[in-house]
Structure formats: structure tokens, C-alpha cells
């Protein structure tokens, strides 16, 4: 992953962010991407963040990959059963 200095993540703009209005999960590159939808998943399970936030952290950071929506859905399903 790419160094995210504070100057570059205060230059990105909020639309960058997997919570733009907080200004949180930055997702500037691919990297950032998958390692905002690791961070929403244990935030998630620690109950700092709703599951519809994760949500739309999720759908930011696959547009960001080319993922559908189809395999995030295969990913829970996995999880669930395994």
C-alpha cells in the first residue's frame, strides 16, 4: 500500500472517502480499497460502525476494485459456512 501522508489525505477529495462526510476510510488507490474493506469489517464486528455503514464502505471500495455486488454476496455466504 501506498504511503498516505496527512497533506495527500487532506488534499483527496471527500468523494475519495468510504464515509465521505467524516472523512473516513480513505480509498485514493486499489490498496487503500481493500484495506478499507478490512478495516469496515472488524469495525463492524466491534460495533463502531452500523452494518449499513459497512455497506457503504463495501460498495465504494468495489466500485474502486470492479467487484459486484454478486461477490461480496458469495463472500458472506462462504463466511457464514465455513
Given at each position: 500500500m ?6 495527500r489525505?487532506?488534499?483527496l ?6 464515509m465521505?462526510?467524516?472523512?473516513k476510510y ?7 480499497a ?35 455486488k ?8 462462504l463466511?457464514?459456512?465455513y
Amino acid at each position: 500500500m501506498s504511503d498516505l501522508t496527512t497533506k495527500r489525505r487532506n488534499s483527496l477529495p471527500s468523494s475519495d472517502f468510504g464515509m465521505p462526510g467524516a472523512r473516513k476510510y480513505p480509498m485514493p488507490d486499489r490498496s487503500h480499497a481493500i484495506n478499507a474493506k478490512a478495516r469496515a469489517s472488524q469495525q463492524e464486528a466491534k460495533g463502531n460502525i452500523t452494518p449499513s455503514q459497512k455497506a457503504t464502505i463495501d460498495a465504494k471500495a468495489n466500485s474502486i476494485l470492479g467487484h459486484s455486488k454478486s461477490v461480496d454476496a458469495a463472500h458472506a455466504h462462504l463466511k457464514k459456512h465455513y
